[in-house]
């Protein structure tokens, strides 16, 4: 039997367990990322997977390159249900979802394994249970590797991002984050901080590898500092409502579908983080190690205590992040 044929096979069997008669409903996907970027790959994947496992009754467009809108915006478009589904970064999720912020503090995390433990755990279970009451569920999580400062000259200790311009997604933990650091943070959507860095309009940003790498930051940048100060997970989230308006069948063909992606994102992550990194410094960016992290941490005790003062009940989320091995 041909692998088309069975495909049709497959997919009708699974259209007769779904049950056909509603017909077959589109969603629409949001993806921030271009060609070349691991995250639109594995939006692609997940699209593929929810019409092979809902029998074609689920077909998932995915609008990449952000042609459908900022992120913070598109979120908004999420939440009432405008956009179906997406690739989205916790980072600008915090100013919607108290919770989502745990990711956004700086070095809350070890390094990624730590970051996934405390997402798999109690601390995950609360920040997803908020997530899918602000109308955001998210379905699955990707890896986002960490982020780390990328100027024309060489950060080693917070000192060194002094004075400068750095731009920063938009919450304000990050804003605070630069300015404990003595830097004017510059809030701006992703779309525009090429252009920004090239004209000098900003000094530097933060980004993980591959989209330091995808938009072309490292073309108009000489220094990537290896800080890793936010280790921010991403997701596929769904509107609530629209995932809970699908039969319990469909809706455990989409989740399934949404986790095989994540599997597949973390695989591709791994290796095109590497890649990237050696393009850009073959490109002629000069990576730098930072020696000793702890002023940088030390520098964050403000922020922390900042947000805290502000935010008490997220006292025993931080706290459950830190307490897990
Ligand atoms: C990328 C994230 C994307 C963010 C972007 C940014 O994947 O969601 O919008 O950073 O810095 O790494 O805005």
Redesign the pocket.
Known sequence: MSIKMKFVMASATAALLMGTAAGAETWRAWN??SDGHP?TAAMDRFAELAAEATGGELEISVYHGGVLGS?PDALEQVQLGAIDVGN??L??IGPIVKEANLVSLPFIFKDVPHMFRVLDGEAGEIVSAAMADAGILPLAYFD?GARSFYTQKEINAPEDVAGLKIRV?NNDLYTAMISAMGGNPSPMA?GE?YQSLKTGVVDGAE??FP?FKNVAHYEVTSNYSLSEHLIIP?CICVNTANFNALSPEMQDAVRGAAEEAAMYQRELWAVQSAEARAEVEAAGVAVNEIADKGPFQAAMVSVYDDYLAANPDMRTLVEIAQATE
């Open positions: 921030i990322h995250n992120q989205f970064n980072g600008p986002a997604m992703f901080v980004n993980n989209s991403e």
